[in-house]
């Protein structure tokens, strides 16, 4: 996809405020991650705490090293740059932050601004789950400090790290004293940005923006990208490199006060970004023929069981790739041993067992698929499955596993198409879901239509 650099000078002050300040306002002090920095950095982040533009991962812990999404970053840029946030807005400007995202209005408020034109070259998506890189960083700073015309006229950084078109963003990003090289001398510019650079990056330019460097508010961006900043290739949509362009998904959902479940918005936007077509269709409305026409099946999390349990012998034999979500309901398809009390309490991490296939996403090691402890579920998988995952806490309990075409499931029935276990509950998708987790649920996607 085509990332216009400029839609993220507005998250990247937002980057870290994941909660709301409580009753009591919080100091650097409340925070056990903050205890031994420089006197100087924890001055900073004391003062951005105490105004209100950032707040921890969880009470005690900031999270320096975690790394932000662009939904937070609006939020942040909102505050710093005192845009108008309209809370009445109900009609979406991008097809991936619908009017129930908790970022919705902050996105809203930069769309208005003309500091984002989206993520794609379309303009038709925002990405509210994707990081942001220190070259990214750098270019978002400058540019909403009004600083563009002079970022494009600074004599470039001579560093390998930085790409072409960030050079002279970089370069003026050094000068301002925004940003600072990393220990090994490079700028770095293709690493992920984390909580930390964010703060004190923003910490410079908060200061900056208030004395009036550059222009007194940030200025309008053209709404086509500069001529240095090259187009950037499209992500592969799937492991195999096998586009997903008109494939169908149906995402069966369950009901909340007569209506779609909400909670099930994040799955969606994230799959219509990958490039599918994705149908809802409520539980209580599934069956024989309701699936007739798709590439891919989706049953949520939010199904109400029984109406899953009504058509699993449909679901069991039907020729189209399947991701369970319902933990309940793995062990009527056959994809479990255990289906009832399979879902482990207040948890974080993941390990990943066999990071060479293509569900891992790349993945290696321990990973938090959230950014505070909550449920995940599990299932105990029959020889012929895929296992990629378990629990950090206990490695017989599988978080990521499938089945290939014609393998055997636990009852001994023949597999009639791919089918994949996704672990995380749909409700902590929309806060609490790490990128991981999101990267996660796209190779599940990718894998099951190869």
């Known amino acids: 996809m085509k990332k216009l650099l400029f839609p993220l000078v507005c998250f990247l002050f937002l980057s870290l405020a994941l909660l709301p300040l409580s009753a009591a306002a919080k100091t650097a002090d409340d925070f056990s991650d903050l205890k031994n920095i420089s006197a100087d950095t924890k001055a900073k982040l004391d003062s951005l705490i105490r105004e209100g533009v950032f707040s921890g991962i969880s009470d005690t812990q900031f999270g320096l090293q975690d790394k932000m999404d662009r939904a937070q970053f609006a939020k942040v840029a909102a505050i710093i740059f005192k845009l108008p946030v309209d809370q009445t807005l109900t009609k979406a400007s991008f097809s991936d932050v619908s009017p129930s995202h908790w970022a919705f209005p902050y996105v809203e408020a930069l769309k208005k601004a003309g500091l984002t034109d989206g993520y794609d070259a379309s303009g038709k998506t925002y990405h509210p789950s994707g990081q942001v890189?220190?070259?990214?960083?750098?270019?978002?700073?400058?540019r909403g400090l009004g600083l563009d015309a002079?970022?494009?006229?600074?004599?470039?950084?001579?560093?390998?790290?930085?790409?072409?078109?960030?050079?002279g963003y970089v370069s003026l990003a050094l000068e301002k004293k925004l940003m600072t090289n990393l220990p090994g001398g490079t700028f770095g510019g293709g690493e992920p940005a984390?909580?930390?650079?964010?703060?004190?990056?923003?910490?410079?330019?908060?200061a900056l923006f208030a004395?009036?460097?550059?222009?007194?508010?940030?200025?309008?961006?053209?709404?086509?990208?500069?001529?240095?900043?090259?187009?950037?290739?499209q992500k592969p949509s799937e492991p195999g490199d096998v586009s997903v362009s008109g494939k169908k998904v149906l995402l069966v959902s369950g009901?909340?006060?007569?209506?779609?479940?909400?909670?099930?918005?994040?799955?969606?936007n994230r799959l219509?970004?990958?490039?599918?077509?994705v149908d809802r269709l409520l539980d209580r409305k599934m069956g024989p023929q309701s699936?007739?026409?798709?590439?891919?099946?989706?049953?949520?999390?939010?199904?109400n069981s029984k109406y899953a349990k009504n058509n699993i012998h449909v679901l069991k034999t039907l020729p189209i790739p399947i991701i369970y979500n319902k933990g309940i309901s793995i062990g009527d398809a056959g994809m479990s041993k255990i289906s009832e009390n399979s879902s482990a309490k207040k948890e974080l991490t993941i390990t990943i067992t066999n990071p060479d296939h293509p569900l891992a996403a790349g993945l290696k090691g321990d990973v938090d698929v959230y950014y505070a402890a909550n449920d995940i579920t599990f299932g105990i998988p029959g020889d012929d499955a895929i296992v990629v995952a378990t629990l950090k806490s206990d490695s017989n309990k599988a978080t990521i596993f499938a089945y290939e075409k014609g393998a055997k499931n636990v009852d001994g029935d023949t597999v009639p198409a791919r089918t994949v276990f996704f672990m995380a509950k749909a409700g902590t998708l929309k806060d609490n879901a790490t990128e991981e987790l999101m990267d996660i649920l796209e190779a599940a996607a990718l894998w099951a239509v190869q």
């Not at 009901?255 to 969606?268: Q, T």
């Open 255 to 268: 009901e909340r006060n007569s209506d779609l479940a909400p909670e099930d918005l994040p799955i969606v």
């Open 133 to 142: 890189s220190r070259q990214e960083l750098a270019t978002f700073l400058i």
């Open 211 to 233: 004395a009036g460097s550059g222009a007194n508010e940030p200025a309008p961006q053209s709404q086509t990208p500069p001529a240095t900043e090259p187009e950037q290739p």
């Open 150 to 167: 002079a970022a494009k006229s600074a004599k470039p950084v001579a560093d390998s790290t930085v790409s072409d078109w960030a050079k």
């Open 194 to 206: 984390t909580r930390e650079m964010l703060a004190l990056a923003s910490y410079e330019a908060k």
């Open 272 to 277: 219509e970004e990958l490039g599918f077509t």
């Open 291 to 303: 699936f007739d026409g798709y590439d891919l099946i989706f049953i949520s999390e939010t199904v």
